[in-house]
C-alpha cells in the first residue's frame, strides 16, 4: 500500500486489512505505525538523491523528470523483495506515476476527489497531468467515489479508464445518533447554549471547501434567525502556516460582515471523538466549488444529522439528492435562505426520514461491507493477472 501515512483515507482501508489478517507493507514518507502491528512493514517510499536542481529556477520541475528516471527502479526492485499479490495507491499523484512505471501490477488507485479535480484546472501542471493520466491508463482498477470522477478519469487520461465506483463507507457503531452529554459538553466548552442553533462546516481547511462563501451565507441569514445561531469551523489538514494564515483571512472576513461573535472555532479533534461533534451540531453545512463524494455525507447521515450544501455533479443520483437540502452551488443567497429554513424546526428534515436514511446507510455503506468488498477486489484482480 501506498499513500498518505498521515490521512485518515489511507489509514482506514490499512487497518481493515491488518484486522482481516492481512500482511501489509506500507510505503510512504511517514510511518503511521512507527510502533509496530501485527501483519504491518513500513519501508519509506524510494526518492531521489541528490536534486541539486530543486531550488533553482526550473528546478521543481527537473526534479520530477529525475525522479521519474531515478524512483521506478528502486520500487521495482521493493516490489520484487516484497512480492505483494495487489499494490493499491491512495491519493493518485506522482508516486502512482512512478509504480506505474515501474511496471507493478495488479495496480490499483485511489481516487479521492482533489487530486484529479485539479487537474481539470486550466492552470494545472502539464507534468503532473500527463504524470497522473499514465498512471490511471497503467491501473489495473481505479477506485472512484463518485460516478462522474469516471469521465473525468478518462480526460486526463485521454481514453477509457477501468473504474469502480467504491466509497470508504462509514463506521455505522460509532457514527450514530446519541452522545447527549458529550454533545452538551462541546457546545459549552465552544460557549453555545442549548437553544442556539449550530450550523457546522467539516471539510478541509482549504479555499477549494468555500468556506469563505459559507460564512457570508450565514451573515446573510443572521438577521433572519428568530433564535441564536453559530456557525463553527472545524479546522484540519493543513499545515500550521497555511491554517493560520487561512484562518487569518477568516476572522478578517468576520469582523468586516460584523458576525465575530456568532463564529466558532474547533481544531483537530481524535477521530474517536468525531461523532460527538456530529451530535453537537445541528445542521452540517457543505458548499466546495468542487469535489467527489465526501465521507462527510456519510457520517452525518450514520449520525442522523441534516446536511445543507451546494448542488455538485459529484452528488448526482445519490441518496444526498433525496435526502439532504441541496442548492444551487453559486448563490450565496440561495444558502442563506436554506439556513433560514432550517432555523424554523417546521423545516427541518423529520426525525424519521433521518432515521430511515440511517437505516439505508448501514445498508449499504457501513465500512464493514465496503472492507470485504475491497478483499474481494483484490482477489478478483490477482487472479486475473495470473492468467
Not at 520530477?64 to 521495482?76: D, E, G, H
Request: glycine letters at 6%.
Amino acid at each position: 500500500m501506498v499513500g498518505p501515512g498521515t490521512d485518515i483515507h489511507a489509514l482506514r482501508p490499512l487497518r481493515w486489512l491488518l484486522e482481516r489478517g492481512c500482511q501489509v507493507t506500507f510505503c510512504d514518507a511517514t510511518n503511521p505505525f512507527p510502533s509496530g502491528q501485527a501483519g504491518y512493514t513500513y519501508k519509506p517510499f524510494p526518492e531521489p538523491r541528490g536534486c541539486r536542481w530543486l531550488h533553482r529556477p526550473g528546478g521543481r520541475r527537473l526534479a520530477s523528470l529525475y525522479a521519474a528516471i531515478t524512483v521506478p527502479p528502486k520500487l521495482k526492485r521493493l516490489w520484487r523483495d516484497v512480492q505483494p499479490d495487489i499494490t493499491h495507491v491512495h491519493w493518485v499523484d506522482a508516486h502512482s506515476f512512478h509504480c506505474a512505471r515501474a511496471g507493478i501490477r495488479p495496480l490499483v488507485l485511489s481516487v479521492w476527489g482533489s487530486d484529479i479535480n485539479r487537474l481539470l484546472d486550466p492552470d494545472a501542471g502539464s507534468l503532473l497531468k500527463y504524470q497522473v493520466g499514465y498512471a490511471l491508463r497503467a491501473a489495473d482498477r481505479v477506485l472512484i467515489d463518485s460516478a462522474d470522477m469516471h469521465d473525468k478519469c478518462a480526460r486526463i487520461a485521454k481514453q477509457p479508464v477501468a473504474t469502480e465506483l467504491f466509497n470508504l463507507g462509514v463506521d455505522t457503531t460509532r457514527f450514530r445518533p446519541g452522545y447527549q452529554t458529550e454533545a452538551a459538553e462541546w457546545r459549552h466548552t465552544l460557549g453555545v447554549t442549548p437553544e442556539t442553533t449550530v450550523f457546522l462546516s467539516m471539510r478541509g481547511w482549504s479555499p477549494l471547501y468555500r468556506h469563505a462563501t459559507i460564512l457570508e451565507a450565514f451573515a446573510a441569514a443572521l438577521p433572519r434567525f428568530r433564535s441564536p445561531a453559530v456557525l463553527v469551523f472545524k479546522v484540519l489538514q493543513r499545515s500550521s502556516a497555511d491554517r493560520a494564515a487561512y484562518e487569518k483571512q477568516m476572522r478578517e472576513l468576520a469582523a468586516e460582515l460584523g458576525v465575530s461573535g456568532h463564529l466558532r472555532w474547533m481544531g483537530e479533534v481524535p477521530m474517536s471523538r468525531l461523532p460527538e461533534i456530529y451530535a453537537m451540531a445541528d445542521a452540517i453545512v457543505n458548499y466546495p466549488s468542487m469535489d467527489a463524494f465526501p465521507v462527510t455525507f456519510l457520517e452525518a447521515a450514520a449520525s442522523e444529522r441534516p446536511v445543507i450544501s451546494g448542488r455538485l455533479p459529484a452528488y448526482d443520483g445519490t441518496f444526498a439528492e433525496r435526502y439532504f437540502n441541496l442548492v444551487s452551488s453559486d448563490d450565496v443567497t440561495a444558502l442563506a435562505d436554506a439556513m433560514v429554513d432550517f432555523a424554523s424546526p417546521s423545516r427541518r428534515t423529520s426525525p424519521a426520514k433521518l432515521a430511515e436514511l440511517r437505516r439505508l446507510i448501514i445498508d449499504q455503506f457501513d465500512e464493514r461491507l465496503v472492507a470485504d468488498r475491497l478483499l474481494r477486489l483484490y482477489q478478483t484482480l490477482e487472479t486475473k493477472c495470473l492468467r
